[in-house]
């Protein structure tokens, strides 16, 4: 049902009337905008029928009022940056109205000259961008995802198409958070006090729903990322209002590690896997082995699955898609259950090649169900946080564990790293014992 101030009588009909909002009032110069349903009182006493004709209307209208706003956001926002360019054109930085008003004469008077000099004084365009004659474009909260999008264009390119999906999506969701929790603003109008106010709703959700403070504080940097990006592109100087809002005191819980013994007598034990499809009774094989993510693992391409190379290993090399972290490029050894896993799939998973969500969704339906996962703890993740620990419990170097995780260390890196032999030397020492696999050797792999 519409709301009822929108639907009225008037003549023995129902009619719709609203008030041009005050955003918008400035484009849209009726005041009040009345329309007929063109039914009667009589015939539709409850307003029932009348009411979902000025429900389609108000969407009509509401979206013609967007239109509009998008319309002279987009000139205003193009008249803008032409002013800036053609100041800089000149050697000067654009000044705004505001900012020229109050500039002192002599940086006015060599502003005139500039004009003068360059027989650009009755020139009205250029006259507005040495003089300060156009204000910043007024840019809405509904508009920020769009804005900050095209300063993201490089990032976005090297995305493959779920990557891309998950970044827009999580975008526009805190965009739409917001909206709905202080209204659609401008960019400009934005205080401090509603960013803590936005920080203050998603820090009660944290403590009542029990809401994952990173969840909370991501949200909460992406509307700061956005605004900065968007603001630096367009010159808005705006000032940093989401400034140290996320929320202190509070970490999600880390992931558990599986314990060694776990892994062995539960997961690895006889007809606990085996409801699990062949690609993803795979991965996790592969993942328990090599530490690597699932997503690098659902990603690998055959040209980085190295068989037959002298030490069998996997690349995890950013290839269509972007990795977690710069530091995440790296060669693994195969070893074990891995090994055979990789035999079987030499051109990699096909099943969840980009579908790194589908893969997450089967995983946790079969875990949950038969019980492998002893604690609330433990996610499929755990696998890495085990593949770390049973690393330090043989001595492993620091440096080869970071860079066989693909961790970022605050050490200098001196030349290539660990080579492929030690690695290799650790990741046996570790390896589960597989029932047709013996350990691998550079000199086995090599015969």
């Given at each position: 049902?519409?709301d009822p101030?929108?639907?009225?009588k008037r003549h023995?009909?129902w009619?719709?009337?609203?008030?041009?909002?005050?955003e918008y009032?400035?484009l849209?110069?009726?005041g009040?905008v009345?329309?007929?349903?063109?039914?009667?009182?009589?015939?539709?006493?409850?307003g029932?029928?009348?009411?979902?004709?000025?429900a389609?209307?108000?969407?009509?209208?509401?979206a013609?009022?967007?239109?509009?706003?998008?319309?002279?956001t987009?000139?205003a926002?193009?008249?803008?940056l032409?002013?800036?360019?053609?100041?800089r054109?000149?050697?000067l930085?654009?000044?705004?109205?505001?900012?020229a008003?109050?500039?002192p004469?002599d940086e006015?008077?060599?502003?005139?000259?500039?004009?003068?000099?360059g027989?650009?004084?009755?020139?009205?365009?250029?006259?507005k961008?040495v003089l300060g004659?156009?204000e910043?474009p007024?840019i809405?909260l509904s508009?920020?995802?769009?804005?900050?999008?095209i300063?993201?264009k490089?990032?976005?390119?090297?995305m493959s198409?779920?990557?891309?999906?998950?970044?827009?999506?999580?975008k526009k969701?805190?965009?739409?958070?917001?909206i709905e929790q202080?209204g659609?603003?401008a960019?400009?109008?934005?205080t401090?006090?509603?960013?803590?106010?936005?920080?203050d709703?998603w820090?009660?959700r944290?403590?009542?729903?029990?809401?994952g403070?990173?969840t909370?504080?991501k949200?909460?940097?992406?509307?700061?990322?956005?605004i900065?990006?968007?603001?630096?592109?367009?010159k808005?100087?705006?000032?940093?209002?989401?400034?140290a809002t996320?929320?202190?005191?509070?970490?999600d819980?880390?992931?558990a590690p599986?314990?060694?013994?776990?892994i062995?007598?539960?997961?690895?034990?006889?007809?606990?896997?085996?409801d699990?499809?062949?690609?993803?009774?795979d991965?996790?094989?592969?993942?328990?082995?090599t530490?690597?993510?699932?997503s690098?693992i659902?990603?690998?391409t055959?040209?980085?699955i190295?068989l037959?190379?002298e030490?069998?290993f996997?690349?995890?090399k950013?290839?269509?898609?972007?990795?977690?972290?710069?530091?995440?490029?790296r060669?693994?050894p195969?070893?074990g259950?891995?090994?055979?896993?990789?035999?079987?799939?030499?051109q990699?998973?096909?099943r969840?090649?980009?579908?790194g969500?589908s893969?997450s969704?089967t995983?946790m339906?079969?875990f949950?169900?038969?019980k492998l996962?002893?604690?609330?703890?433990?996610k499929?993740?755990s696998?890495?946080?085990?593949?770390k620990?049973?690393l330090k419990a043989?001595?492993?170097?620091e440096?080869?564990?970071?860079?066989?995780?693909?961790?970022r260390?605050?050490?200098?890196?001196?030349?290539?790293?660990?080579g492929?032999?030690?690695?290799?030397?650790y990741l046996?020492?570790?390896?589960?014992?597989?029932?047709t696999a013996?350990a691998?050797?550079?000199a086995?792999?090599?015969?």
């Amino acid at each position: 049902m519409i709301d009822p101030q929108y639907l009225t009588k008037r003549h023995g009909v129902w009619h719709f009337l609203r008030r041009v909002p005050v955003e918008y009032e400035q484009l849209d110069r009726r005041g009040n905008v009345k329309l007929s349903t063109k039914i009667k009182v009589a015939t539709d006493r409850t307003g029932t029928k009348a009411s979902r004709v000025v429900a389609r209307m108000n969407e009509t209208l509401e979206a013609y009022w967007r239109g509009l706003a998008d319309r002279e956001t987009a000139e205003a926002k193009q008249t803008y940056l032409d002013a800036v360019k053609l100041a800089r054109s000149l050697g000067l930085d654009y000044q705004t109205p505001s900012v020229a008003s109050s500039a002192p004469l002599d940086e006015v008077l060599r502003r005139i000259e500039t004009l003068i000099v360059g027989n650009a004084i009755n020139d009205p365009a250029l006259r507005k961008a040495v003089l300060g004659g156009i204000e910043k474009p007024s840019i809405m909260l509904s508009q920020l995802f769009d804005e900050y999008e095209i300063t993201q264009k490089v990032a976005l390119s090297k995305m493959s198409p779920d990557q891309v999906r998950k970044w827009k999506a999580a975008k526009k969701r805190a965009v739409e958070i917001l909206i709905e929790q202080r209204g659609d603003k401008a960019l400009h109008q934005l205080t401090r006090d509603d960013a803590l106010a936005f920080a203050d709703w998603w820090e009660e959700r944290v403590i009542s729903e029990g809401i994952g403070a990173g969840t909370a504080n991501k949200n909460i940097s992406h509307i700061g990322g956005m605004i900065r990006a968007v603001s630096k592109r367009l010159k808005l100087g705006l000032e940093d209002v989401f400034a140290a809002t996320r929320i202190e005191g509070a970490r999600d819980g880390q992931r558990a590690p599986f314990p060694i013994d776990f892994i062995r007598n539960v997961i690895l034990a006889p007809g606990n896997l085996d409801d699990l499809n062949d690609d993803a009774r795979d991965v996790v094989y592969a993942v328990m082995e090599t530490g690597a993510r699932p997503s690098e693992i659902v990603n690998l391409t055959a040209s980085r699955i190295m068989l037959d190379a002298e030490v069998p290993f996997i690349r995890i090399k950013a290839e269509g898609r972007v990795l977690k972290t710069e530091h995440s490029e790296r060669d693994i050894p195969l070893v074990g259950y891995a090994l055979e896993a990789m035999k079987r799939h030499p051109q990699g998973f096909a099943r969840y090649f980009d579908k790194g969500s589908s893969l997450s969704a089967t995983l946790m339906k079969h875990f949950d169900k038969h019980k492998l996962l002893p604690t609330e703890k433990h996610k499929i993740y755990s696998f890495r946080h085990s593949f770390k620990d049973r690393l330090k419990a043989v001595e492993a170097p620091e440096e080869l564990i970071d860079e066989m995780m693909g961790h970022r260390t605050d050490k200098p890196k001196y030349g290539d790293g660990y080579g492929l032999g030690l690695k290799l030397k650790y990741l046996n020492a570790i390896a589960f014992k597989t029932k047709t696999a013996p350990a691998t050797t550079v000199a086995a792999a090599a015969a």
